[in-house]
């Protein structure tokens, strides 16, 4: 097999992990992603790629392993400690100075791999700021591609030995020691925010004052480098920071970047004013600057799109769904496997209307097509009714490129339709009704000019919402360990308590005398069966009555100064004899032995009385 065909083949094997689980290596080098395929090959004895191909169609579980060998996650606390001491002592005091004090900060590590590098960002950020300050203004957004990595990052969990490279002093501040694993502090976990994140593919976090991406760009070939670049770029605010690793330059992108420290790879990106001013045409700009807009163009369109807060999907003329907007994968389940697919094969094209036909007579007429209050029936017997508009999509010349749907949820129209017809008909039967209904069609408006305020923010707030069950799905996790551990000592400690009470039991069963226990108001708490024999009460009809109450052949009122005397102080004891009648009539001698009931702080909580026959 020729040099060539090996290639071909190779890309076919990309394709198919597109496809297959939405992964893009397209952009990486192709000596390196070569070279890791097949080490990761040579553990199965596969010798080419096409056997390989067939391998992965058969064995959905080999993807792990696989990703996990290509997305070398190679990482650790203070990596490269002289570039940490410099962003530390000489790049983080000028970016918290210059950052207005009721602003927040805004850091993203790209390509964190199992968390170190989040970490150490928190660390440097909270000895700067104090810690208190640290909670109130910081965000740190940690991403990768590799979820097993991301899960790992989440536990903020390292062993002693990943803990060598920070000083023993920052170590018992920000971290916890259980067992044998060092835990970040949950206070400050709660500021790193963990997420997926393709930097080819999705979009950038923006209005950054710090990006870190450190031997990562390293993986990926020029075209793909320029693109990811020209992001960062985009994310930073003027007055942030670049700190890339040991392997990664930027001498070939001077009109992006400028150095602060080429040695430490710490960069300030070039002030964009003059850029954002400059009219808005390709023609007359250099080859590298139409590139840098034209691709800064393009995301601001895939931005925008995406932002777009009605549901809109991109079909092209060969019947292939090419784009959704969030809103669209929200309303109708599509997840991005689904891109590239035939809309003939996904529900939406069907349901809630018939859009094939509809979209042939588009591209037979070449108009647009509205459909009105479309009927979608949705869980819990809801209704909700769309207006869908099919728009035909052409270029210059007037070739057709295919059809842009819009569906636009006009359930709030059509109920408001509903309220106006019952008002309409409550004002024919009744002119007092008048003043009401007219109140109602005010609040209506104001929902409505409400409604659409929301509207116009629900995108920043999907991202913060997401954020937050990030960090409530955490908390949640926690809080499950915690109720585990109660319940595990509830049950522990139910178990102890059942076996006191069964040896104490066991105890006064096996006494020849009589005991009672008293209260300090006299009131009877026990009543044991030798007492029972000598006054012929039980105990449930002893329990809880005053014992100088009973009616027992015992002159109980002679008890009442010894139990006194005896609660007056914790360990006086009292003993008399008493002249009583048992239950069988018969007159007895009975001892009685009075003797204090200790709590656990020496406290006196009552008596315990020991009462037997004297023989005579």
């Not at 094997?13 to 990761?40: C, I, N, P, W």
Request: aromatic letters at 8%; hydrophobic letters at 35%.
């Amino acid at each position: 097999m020729t040099e060539n065909d090996e290639a071909l083949i190779f890309e076919s094997l990309l394709e198919f992990l597109r496809q297959a689980r939405g992964f893009d290596f397209t952009g990486y080098k192709r000596s390196s992603l070569m070279r890791r395929v097949r080490k990761h090959m040579q553990t199965h004895n596969i010798d080419n790629f096409g056997d390989y191909l067939d391998y992965l169609q058969v064995r959905p579980e080999e993807f792990l392993p696989l990703f996990n060998t290509i997305l070398i996650n190679v990482t650790s606390f203070f990596r490269d400690k002289d570039a940490w001491n410099y962003l530390q002592r000489q790049v983080i005091p000028r970016l918290i100075s210059d950052k207005p004090l009721n602003k927040p900060i805004r850091v993203w590590s790209a390509g964190c791999a199992s968390g170190e590098e989040a970490y150490t960002l928190a660390t440097i950020l909270a000895q700067a700021l104090g810690i208190e300050k640290f909670r109130q203004r910081v965000k740190i957004y940690a991403t990768d591609v590799d979820e097993e990595a991301l899960s790992q990052a989440r536990h903020a969990s390292y062993s002693t030995k990943d803990l060598e490279p920070i000083p023993e002093e920052i170590r018992e501040q920000f971290f916890e020691k259980i067992d044998n694993q060092y835990i970040f502090r949950p206070d400050l976990r709660r500021s790193v925010i963990f997420g997926r994140h393709d930097l080819v593919q999705d979009a950038p976090i923006s209005r950054l004052d710090l990006l870190v991406c450190r031997n990562t760009l390293m993986y990926f070939n020029a075209e793909i480098q320029v693109k990811i670049l020209n992001r960062f770029h985009f994310a930073l605010n003027d007055t942030g920071i670049l700190f890339l690793g040991k392997a990664e330059m930027l001498l070939t992108h001077t009109n992006l970047f400028t150095p602060i420290s080429l040695q430490q790879r710490i960069f300030r990106p070039v002030i964009r004013n003059e850029r954002r001013n400059r009219p808005l045409t390709l023609g007359s700009n250099s080859g590298e600057e139409a590139n840098y807009t034209l691709e800064r163009y393009n995301r601001l369109r895939e931005s925008a799109f995406d932002s777009v807060a009605l549901s809109q999907i991109i079909v092209d003329f060969n019947g292939n769904l090419v784009i959704a907007n969030t809103p669209a994968r929200a309303m109708f389940g599509l997840n991005p496997l689904d891109l590239g697919r035939p809309l003939q094969d996904l529900e939406i094209s069907y349901r809630p209307l018939e859009l094939r036909s509809y979209i042939e007579e588009v591209y037979r007429n070449r108009t647009n097509i509205v459909v009105n209050d479309v009927v979608r029936n949705l869980r819990d017997n809801q209704t909700q009714y769309l207006d869908v508009h099919i728009n035909l999509l052409e270029d210059n010349i007037g070739e057709i490129l295919g059809v842009g749907i819009t569906f636009t949820d006009v359930t709030r129209y059509q109920e408001l339709k509903v309220e106006l017809q019952q008002a309409n008909q409550e004002l024919e039967t009744a002119n007092e009704e008048l003043q009401s209904s007219n109140e109602e069609l005010e609040t209506t408006n104001e929902e409505l000019q409400s409604t659409n305020e929301e509207l116009e923010t629900t995108n920043e707030e999907l991202q913060s919402t997401n954020e937050e069950l990030e960090t409530m799905n955490e908390e949640l996790q926690s809080t499950n360990e915690e109720l585990q551990t109660i319940n595990d000592e509830l049950r522990l400690r139910t178990a102890d308590l059942n076996q006191a009470n069964a040896f104490l039991n066991s105890i006064l069963g096996s006494l020849k005398a009589g005991v009672v226990v008293v209260d300090r108001q006299f009131n009877t708490l026990s009543w044991n069966e030798e007492a029972e024999n000598l006054w012929g009460l039980r105990a449930e009809e002893v329990k809880g009555q005053s014992i100088l109450n009973l009616d027992i052949g015992l002159p109980v009122e002679q008890l009442r100064e010894p139990i006194r005397n005896c609660l007056s102080e914790v360990n006086r004891t009292q003993e008399l004899i008493l002249e009583a009648v048992n239950r069988r009539g018969r007159t007895i001698q009975c001892r009685i032995g009075i003797n204090p009931l200790n709590g656990s702080e020496r406290e006196c909580l009552g008596a315990i009385l020991l009462m037997e026959e004297v023989e005579t």
